[in-house]
């Protein structure tokens, strides 16, 4: 082990987070950090697994457990032979948290697509939902901030830009005159006219202000890929989650990106076999996948969250909930693999990456032979195959 490892679970913001810590640990060989995910019961499990791993490969060495899981799960992973420490959350980006007087002078390593957080925490109560609990509320940098971040991405040679955070489009509510997200995009555009491409990480669209939406719809630096924090498809299960939106409000928001920005993407998180779900309302989360054309899909098996109002309501049975997800997972490959067909013989703009493929501005996986990482390239594929444009 020439360094110390990081180990990052779970969501994009854990992975921005992972680089952050990995600079502070730097080049001590003796120090292994698991930053974990608790956001399903099989993710806990998850993390449980790589502690074992991480402990097998590396047995001399310090291991620290930080991330959701440390929070939810604190006594349970405490009490792990494995652990020699967990870290809180709040403390997670800190040099003392790892036994470290001062951080590392090493920096992560540069990436073709940084990820930089602008907002932690959430302070809404989805019924099915521990990551408050993990993250706490809703808290956001302030603008200069985020700007002082992508300045150092991109002197570092990063092309693409992507914005994370638990709940991104609650970014500002916390900050003084309570701005909102399009006023920092429109920031980001501003301070950096030789940026090529910024990506918005997931999206509660009903947090979507009037300037984001005329930013995504219309500015061509901002990619043409929106990825909804949807849920369902139907408005019962989405009144019992205690979602803020209805179905005909996200078809609506669609339709309206649409009209102004045909090449669009559209992304969603769905849940299969939430409490009560019935085979009428699994038929809405299918036929939602087509009407709004869903071609990047996370699709999560529900999986009760210990003291969640989600967890005391009736249960579908696991068996049932496994086939609604693949139900749910096949119907979203079918509409992608037509969408991907239907971009072969068109030229696409893709930033190469390091293992021989990139992401065309819609998202679209696309191989990239023999283009050095980190360039943006013009690209026609020809066929389509293993989920792969070529």
């Known amino acids: ?66 991330g959701c899981a440390a929070e939810t799960e604190r006594a349970a992973l405490s009490a792990m032979p494995e652990v020699d420490e967990v870290v809180p959350n709040a403390t997670k980006l800190l040099a003392a948290s790892y036994g470290i007087k ?45 700007l002082d971040e992508i300045a150092a991405q991109h002197d570092r040679g990063a092309a693409e830009i992507v914005l994370t955070g638990v709940d991104v489009t609650a970014w500002g509510a916390d900050l003084p005159g309570q701005p909102r997200l399009g006023s920092l995009v429109d920031a980001i555009l501003a301070k950096f006219p030789r940026l090529a491409r910024l990506r918005l990480s997931s999206l509660d669209g009903a947090e979507i202000d009037p300037l984001l939406f005329d930013l995504i719809a219309s500015e061509q630096r901002v990619m043409p890929h929106l990825h909804l924090s949807l849920q369902h498809g139907h408005d019962l299960i989405l009144k019992r989650m205690k979602r803020r939106h209805s179905r005909a409000q996200a078809a609506a928001l669609v339709a309206a990106l ?74 979203i490959a079918d509409v992608r693999y037509a969408w991907q067909c239907a971009l072969i013989g068109q030229p696409l703009s893709v930033l190469a990456e390091k293992d021989g493929r990139g992401y065309a501005e819609n998202y679209a996986r696309v191989a990239t032979p023999a283009v050095p990482a980190g360039t943006v390239c013009t690209i026609t594929p020809t066929m389509c195959e293993d989920d792969l444009l070529r």
């Open 1 to 66: 082990m020439s360094g110390g490892q990081v180990i990052g679970l779970g969501c994009r913001l854990n992975i921005a987070e992972s680089e952050r810590i990995a600079a502070l640990i730097g080049h001590r060989s003796d120090r292994v950090v698991i930053n974990s995910c608790a956001v399903t019961a099989e993710a806990v499990r998850h993390t449980r697994r790589t502690i074992r791993r991480a402990r097998r490969a590396h047995p001399h060495a310090r291991l620290f457990v930080t």
């Open 258 to 331: 649409r009209a102004r920005r045909p090449d669009i993407a559209i992304g969603a998180d769905l849940i299969a076999g939430f409490p009560t779900e019935t085979a009428e309302h699994h038929a809405a989360n299918l036929s939602l996948v087509r009407e709004l054309g869903i071609v990047h899909g996370h699709v999560f098996s529900f999986s009760a969250r210990h003291d969640t109002p989600a967890a005391r309501m009736p249960q579908v049975a696991d068996a049932t909930i496994r086939t609604r997800a693949s139900e749910l997972r096949a119907a």
């Open 102 to 146: 001062s951080a590392a002078a090493a920096r992560a390593p540069a990436r073709t697509r940084a990820f930089v957080a602008v907002q932690n925490g959430c302070d809404h109560a989805c019924t099915f939902c521990i990551i408050p609990r993990g993250r706490g509320a809703s808290r956001s940098q302030t603008i200069d901030a985020v």
